[in-house]
């Protein structure tokens, strides 16, 4: 039994699969892969259960970073790069007029690298000795002294503005007149006394030289008052003249600097300091500031061990010492001295920032010599004979004992 085919169904059919594979030829959107392919083309077109939609691709998150360290800031040394920033200990007032201002700026560059140091400027322009009437030195010294603020140092640079009269009562007095004079250096005094009684240390610097005679003429005299009466009242008294003077003792605006190179030190008014000039300054202050800095500081800071590190050092001596076979303890007086034992191949440990001491903690002294016979270095600077040879040593010419 032969099916009968209808030619006009074979040729639709044959059009529609050269239609399918045109298309997929083309890679048109109706069959891509993604969409459903060639099944999704034919549903489209018989009809039949639609194709799925696309799901939309996941959003993106990004990846949390996983730390490969954890920061230590808290164990490092204040000050250091990732510490804790180094809080002021010790505390500078500089009081005084426009060279007192210069004074505190050369401080605060000499001092830059110790951010335990603090400077603090105290200093008035137009201000002086003479006017307590504009403002009163000494009270403020007073208020500063005893106020909350704490000091551990003061420096004082006034006197420029000192060549004047002063009112005395009813009185007016004439500059660097002997009445003039007595009073100024009661003023001098009372600006150091309040800070002598709450013991502060104060440094009372020195005018250096002018340009205008008349004014040099009396910077002399004002220095004189300074240097008496501000020592007798306690405080230490800076000379800082020969170093802004020439040769000669007269000013000079261009002198070494800290660093040794000739530059510019005064300015061109002939009276302050340029930027070196300051700086120059500081550095005649600088060490007395750390003298007092230091004394204030606790001792053996940073020679002192941690505990254990100190018993372990201590525990590997003794060991040492026993190999050794020296004796634990300092040996009794008039025993004999014990046979020099072989030296260990290592030493006992030490401390390179502890102070040396003997023990007992006396002093190294030179051996005594016999009186009216003269020592080894007088024997060799003054007398002209060969040092003593030592066993071992290149001067030594002896035969070794056999």
């Known amino acids: 039994m032969k099916l009968a085919v209808d030619p006009q169904f074979v040729a639709r059919l044959a059009r529609i699969a050269a239609i399918a594979v045109f298309c997929i030829a083309l890679g048109g ?7 459903g392919g060639l099944g999704s083309f034919f549903s489209h077109l018989f009809g039949g259960p639609a194709a799925k939609p696309p799901e939309a691709p996941p959003a993106h998150r990004p990846r949390k970073k996983v730390r490969d360290f954890v920061p230590a800031t808290t164990t490092r040394e204040p000050g250091t790069p990732g510490g804790a920033p180094v809080q002021p200990t010790f505390f500078i007032d500089v009081l005084g007029d426009s060279l007192g201002l210069l004074a505190e700026d050369g401080l605060t560059q000499a001092f830059a690298d110790k951010p335990e140091i603090s400077i603090a400027n105290k200093s008035r322009e137009a201000s002086g000795l003479v006017r307590d009437d504009y403002y009163d030195w000494s009270k403020a010294a007073r208020d500063l002294a005893t106020g909350k603020d704490h000091i551990d140092f003061v420096v004082v640079m006034m006197g420029i503005n000192d060549l004047q009269p002063m009112r005395d009562g009813a009185d007016t007095l004439d500059p660097l007149s002997d009445r003039w004079r007595a009073l100024y250096a009661q003023r001098v005094e009372a600006v ?5 009684a709450a013991h502060i240390p104060v440094a009372w610097v020195g005018l250096p030289p002018m340009r205008t005679e008349r004014i040099n003429a009396g910077v002399v005299k004002l220095n004189e008052i300074y240097k008496e009466h501000a020592e007798k009242a306690g405080a230490k008294y800076i000379d800082i003249w020969d170093a802004f003077a020439d040769q000669n003792g007269q000013y000079d605006a261009y ?3 800290v660093d040794g190179q000739n530059v510019k030190l005064r300015a061109a008014d002939g009276i302050l300091f340029t930027k070196a000039g300051s700086r120059k300054v500081a550095h005649f ?22 505990p254990d590190i100190e018993q372990a050092a201590g525990d590997i001596n003794a060991q040492i010492r026993r190999e050794m076979g020296a004796p634990e303890g300092p040996a009794a007086p008039g025993s004999p001295a014990p046979l ?5 191949l290592a030493g006992p440990i030490l401390s390179l920032t502890a102070r040396p001491i003997s023990p007992g903690g006396a002093l190294a002294a030179r051996e005594a010599t016999p009186a009216g016979e003269p020592d080894a270095v007088a024997r060799v600077l003054r007398l002209g004979e060969p040092v ?9 010419f002896s035969w070794p004992r056999l």
């Open 285 to 306: 202050l600088e060490a007395e500031i750390m003298r007092v800095f230091d004394k204030n500081r606790p001792q053996n800071e940073s020679a002192t061990l941690p």
């Open 255 to 257: 002198g070494p600097n």
């Open 340 to 344: 020099e034992p072989p030296k260990p």
């Open 29 to 35: 959107p109706a069959v891509r892969a993604e969409d």
């Open 388 to 396: 003593d040879p030592r066993t071992g040593r290149a001067d030594d």
């Open 192 to 196: 150091v006394a309040p800070f002598q």
